[in-house]
């Protein structure tokens, strides 16, 4: 029995061995079935996400497109207001004196003294200088000593002139009676008319004299050279001893004479400034040396035609100057306060829009873009002014993109302000 028993437990063992040995094979068909769901799970789960990512990713584009067709710009904007009524026109001038007179010398000789020299002041009559001149001298004693003897031959005609009508006077009732003959009383007649034109020649002479003593004495006045107004000298060109002639073409002038007290100034205005202007405008005028201090003038002259070639109109500018604070040729700049005949608009220069269609803005009506055309008058370098394209109260856009077209919406921004 122990040995079946025992051939029985070995038996069976070896019956479980081959049992064991012939059931792995059952488990890897089940692992296998498992591993291909899991494979099936995954591909499925991948594709269901992939179709969801595309779907999500296509819903998201067309919500974009949606976005940006129904997107609106945020655009700034500037209002457009008008100009002032007083036009300001800055313009480059060179200060002169009121008046200015070169001194020349009007009788020749030589310098024997000189009064003033460069930088004096001088009043109107004052002495200048005093020229020497001899045979001036000489020419009035001579004319005098002339005089005197014409003046004497004049009361010998009329000394004969008298005699000759005596003598006339006495004869004619005679030749009347018959007591003298007609041929005597002939004579008497011719020669009383005879001594009457030495009479008118003789006085005709001594006027003749009389004035050409007058031209020399007339000469030795000028031999005191004065000043013609108050002024300062600016110029110097003789010295005592020097030559000078009386003669402006070939000799040089004596001194230099400007009036300080007053300053003028010669500007040329641009045609669209020059139909405002008329005398008594109000003018400032400023030196770059003198930073801090202005000077006010008054449009005194203007021509009436404008210059052909630059198109502009000469205008002068008359600036007080009793402390003598301003020179004649010192260069300044000159505003002109001139009222404005037609309207104009300043708008910013960041709002033009350069283009094969010119100079133009983008206005803003309602949301809705438009551009329009401008005139620009003047560059004023951050500003620029029109007189065409714009009204007051429109807004201009700032900064326009480049692609900005005309109807295309935008939400009009005011621009920040900077403190």
Not at 28 to 52: I, P
Not at 221 to 234: E, K, M, S
Not at 240 to 256: R, W
Request: proline residues 5%; hydrophobic residues 40%.
């Amino acid at each position: 029995m122990n040995f079946n028993g025992r051939f029985d437990v070995e038996r069976v063992t070896e019956t479980d061995r081959d049992k064991e040995t012939v059931a792995p094979p059952r488990r890897q068909r089940r692992g296998g079935r498992l591993a291909g769901f899991s494979l099936v799970l995954v591909a499925g789960t991948a594709l269901a996400f992939g179709v969801w990512s595309h779907y999500a990713e296509r819903r998201q584009v067309l919500a974009t497109a949606e976005q940006a067709r129904d997107f609106v710009p945020q655009v700034r904007v500037e209002t457009v207001e008008p100009s002032d009524n007083i036009d300001v026109v800055k313009l480059p001038a060179t200060t002169s004196a009121f008046a200015s007179a070169n001194i020349f010398a009007r009788a020749s000789g030589y310098i024997g003294t000189r009064a003033v020299d460069i930088g004096d002041h001088v009043k109107a009559g004052q002495l200048l200088a005093e020229i020497v001149a001899p045979e001036l001298d000489h020419q009035i004693a001579q004319a005098e000593a002339t005089l005197a003897q014409l003046n004497s031959a004049l009361q010998q005609a009329q000394a004969n002139q008298v005699l000759a009508r005596v003598t006339w006077d006495r004869d004619r009732p005679l030749v009347e009676k018959g007591w003298l003959t007609a041929q005597q009383g002939t004579i008497d007649q011719q020669t009383l008319k005879a001594q009457e034109a030495a009479v008118s020649v003789a006085q005709a002479n001594v006027k003749a004299e009389e004035a050409q003593l007058q031209v020399l004495r007339q000469q030795k006045l000028y031999q005191r050279v004065v000043a013609p107004f108050d002024g300062v000298i600016t110029q110097r060109n003789i010295d005592v001893g020097s030559l000078v002639q009386a003669d402006a073409t070939s000799g040089t002038f004596m001194f230099t004479l400007q009036q300080g007290n007053v300053i003028r100034t010669q500007v040329f205005v641009p045609q669209d400034a020059a139909f405002g202007l008329k005398p008594g405008i109000a003018a400032v005028v400023r030196v770059p040396e003198i930073p801090d201090r202005t000077f006010p003038g008054t449009v005194t002259r203007i021509a009436d035609a404008l210059q052909p070639g630059s198109r502009t109109l000469l205008t002068e500018v008359d600036i007080p100057n009793p402390d003598a604070a301003l020179a004649s040729g010192i260069y300044c700049t000159v505003e002109l306060h001139i009222p404005r005949k037609t309207p104009s608009y300043r708008i910013s220069a960041d709002a033009v829009i350069f283009n094969s269609g010119g100079m133009q803005v983008a206005v803003v009506e309602n949301g809705v873009v438009h551009l329009r055309k401008i005139g620009v008058l003047r560059d004023f370098g951050s500003e620029v002014e029109v007189d065409s394209g714009v009204k007051r109260g429109d807004q201009v856009i700032l900064n326009p993109s480049v692609d900005l077209a005309e109807g295309a919406k935008v939400q009009a921004k005011r621009p920040t302000a900077v403190s």
